[in-house]
T-cell receptor, first 113, second 113 residues
Framework: SQQGEEDPQALSIQEGENATMNCSYK?????LQWYRQNSGRGLVHLIL?????REKHSGRLRVTLDTSKKSSSLLITASRAADTASYFC?????????????FGRGTSLIVHP | EPEVTQTPSHQVTQMGQEVILRCVPI?????FYWYRQILGQKVEFLVS????????KSEIFDDQFSVERPDGSNFTLKIRSTKLEDSAMYFC???????????FGQGTRLTVV
C-alpha cells in the first residue's frame, strides 16, 4: 500500500511550543501533501511538496521530504490553541495515469493554551 | 477563494434506501474524487473521475456505488441500497490535474439507521 503513516498518533503540547509530525511511506511518490482536519470538519490543504523538493515553507509551517528514507515531516512553529486538529499526510499513488492522494491515520495534535 | 461545496451537510436515511450525495467541484478542476471517513478512522479513497469516466476505484467502491457528472458543475455519488456500515463522512475533492493539490469539501455526514 502506498499510504503514508503518521507518527506520533497523538501529540500534546503547550501554546508557543513547536510541533513536529512525521510521515513515512512505502514506495516512490510524485508528491506528498499535508492536510489539517478539525474535529468533524473537512480536510484543509496545507502544503504540497514534490519528490524533487527537500523543504518547503508556508507561514509557520515547514515541511521536509527525504525520499531516500521515504519520510516527511511537518513542523508547526510557535503553536497556537487554534492549531489543535488532526494532521494527515497524503501520498499519491500513480496508477494508469491518475494520481490518487492516499491518506494515513493522522496525528492528533492538542495545543494547550 | 474557490472552494468545493457539498450538499447536504448531514443526511439520515433508512437502511436499504438510495442516497445521492452532491458536490460542486472547483470550476476549472478536471479531476474529481470521493473519499469516506468512518468515525474515528482514516480517510479512505473511493473513486476518482476524469474526462467523464471513472479513472480509479477502490475495493470499497462496489456495485452499490456509482458516480455521475450530470452537468458541467455537479459531481454526485449514489449509494443504491444503503447499509448500516455506510454511515460515515463522505468527502468530495477536486484538483486541476493529477498530481496537484486536491481540495476537499466540508463533507456530508451520512447516517444510516
Amino acid at each position: 500500500s502506498q499510504q503514508g503513516e503518521e507518527d506520533p498518533q497523538a501529540l500534546s503540547i503547550q501554546e508557543g511550543e513547536n510541533a513536529t509530525m512525521n510521515c513515512s511511506y512505502k514506495t516512490s511518490i510524485n508528491n506528498l501533501q499535508w492536510y489539517r482536519q478539525n474535529s468533524g470538519r473537512g480536510l484543509v490543504h496545507l502544503i504540497l511538496i514534490r519528490s524533487n523538493e527537500r523543504e518547503k515553507h508556508s507561514g509557520r509551517l515547514r515541511v521536509t521530504l527525504d525520499t531516500s528514507k521515504k519520510s516527511s515531516s511537518l513542523l508547526i512553529t510557535a503553536s497556537r490553541a487554534a492549531d489543535t486538529a488532526s494532521y494527515f499526510c497524503a501520498t499519491d499513488a500513480a496508477s494508469g495515469g491518475s494520481y490518487i492522494p492516499t491518506f494515513g491515520r493522522g496525528t492528533s495534535l492538542i495545543v494547550h493554551p | 477563494e474557490p472552494e468545493v461545496t457539498q450538499t447536504p451537510s448531514h443526511q439520515v436515511t433508512q437502511m436499504g434506501q438510495e442516497v445521492i450525495l452532491r458536490c460542486v467541484p472547483i470550476s476549472n478542476h478536471l479531476y474529481f474524487y470521493w473519499y469516506r471517513q468512518i468515525l474515528g478512522q482514516k480517510v479512505e479513497f473511493l473513486v476518482s473521475f476524469y474526462n467523464n469516466e471513472i479513472s480509479e476505484k477502490s475495493e470499497i467502491f462496489d456495485d452499490q456505488f456509482s458516480v455521475e457528472r450530470p452537468d458541467g458543475s455537479n459531481f454526485t455519488l449514489k449509494i443504491r441500497s444503503t447499509k448500516l456500515e455506510d454511515s460515515a463522512m463522505y468527502f468530495c475533492a477536486s484538483s486541476t490535474t493529477g498530481g496537484t493539490e486536491a481540495f476537499f469539501g466540508q463533507g456530508t455526514r451520512l447516517t444510516v439507521v
